[in-house]
């Protein structure tokens, strides 16, 4: 038996590239770039093709089918670290080009029922990212309160139904013992929610905010953010591709607290705080991306410009 091969289709693969690497080599002090998300590789490949010989590309992904991925490329200027991009502040301080985050889960992850990620197809209810260490959806769910549930939901799905969700889900739990299936999962889900836009399944923002949970996902983005500030050089290209609202509210937010000069109130005629960060663009797929790719149509890309030396 042939073990299955699930294809990944790269979002907005040339224009992040674009973004990223402008000016490699000319104006950048170290040729050094980071995909923070290697995913099944489609960026790095690309960047690696952009880059002169003397430059390196540091690649993070916690997913170990990513970093078996990652072992096929035998490019010495590539390597990759089998770690969250929250790790991104270990790089040295400003010695970093560009750095670039694709947010979206990749397609092998979702079509891979083993993964747990979707609602489409009966697996186990895990949704790790990184399946050699921490809990599984399955294993929280066998412990977690009501209010823990609902809370989780709401915050992480945008789900007004979460409360019911969550009652339900106990309430099962109670009387057939733990959920262990995403189709245990969906199936409470649909029979809880009986109202839901045109097209999008029941159980879809439930699934969203527990893998999001799960993988602590806004956390780890709001680390890297930070971190980023720290290893990227002055003129340095940070490039964030979004999937859902809470992701790219949070980018957003990023960059525009930073991208203005800080005063302190408390000291009015001192010297502002130097703004760190020039917002470059916003770029959304073109409709022939989203034709040919349909889950690139809520991808939302931020690019900003290191600006202010490192501290």
């Known amino acids: ?79 990759i670290r089998h770690e969250g ?29 083993d993964r747990g990620f979707s609602f489409r197809f009966d697996g186990p209810l895990d949704m790790r990212m990184d399946t050699t260490r921490g809990q599984s959806v399955a294993e929280w769910l066998a412990s977690a309160s009501v209010d823990q549930i609902t ?14 969700i969550a009652k339900a889900i106990v309430a099962r739990r109670q009387e057939r013992g733990p959920i262990s299936t995403t189709a245990d999962l969906a199936g409470i889900v649909a029979s809880t929610v009986k109202t ?60 525009a607290k930073h991208s203005k000069e800080v005063y302190d109130r408390r000291a009015p005629f001192a010297v502002p705080q130097e703004m760190k960060l020039k917002s470059v663009e916003r770029v959304r797929p073109s409709d022939a991306e989203v034709s040919a790719n349909p889950r690139a149509r809520s991808a939302i890309m931020r690019v900003a410009e290191r600006t202010a030396v490192p501290a």
């Open 1 to 79: 038996m042939t073990t299955p091969t699930w294809q990944h289709t790269t979002v907005l693969l040339t224009e992040a590239v674009d973004a990223l690497i402008a000016d490699a080599g000319e104006t950048a002090k170290q040729n050094v770039y980071v995909d923070a998300t290697f995913g099944r590789g489609g960026h790095s490949r690309l960047i690696l093709s952009r880059l002169p010989a003397d430059a390196q590309l540091i690649a993070f992904d916690k997913d170990v089918e990513a970093i078996a991925e990652a072992a096929q490329i035998t490019d010495a200027r590539f390597s």
């Open 85 to 113: 991009f929250r790790h991104l502040g270990e790089l040295p301080l400003g010695g970093i080009a560009g750095v670039l985050m694709d947010l979206g889960i990749s397609s092998p992850q979702i079509d891979n029922p």
């Open 151 to 164: 809370e989780v939901v709401r915050d992480y799905g945008e789900e007004r139904f979460a409360f019911p």
């Open 196 to 255: 839901r836009e045109p097209g999008k399944d029941p159980a879809t923002r439930t699934f969203q905010a527990l893998r999001i949970f799960i993988n602590a996902e806004l956390e780890e983005l709001e680390q890297a953010l930070e971190a980023s500030l720290k290893v990227l050089q002055p003129g340095g290209r940070l490039v964030v591709i979004s999937f859902h609202s809470l992701e790219d509210r949070i980018v957003k937010q990023f960059i």
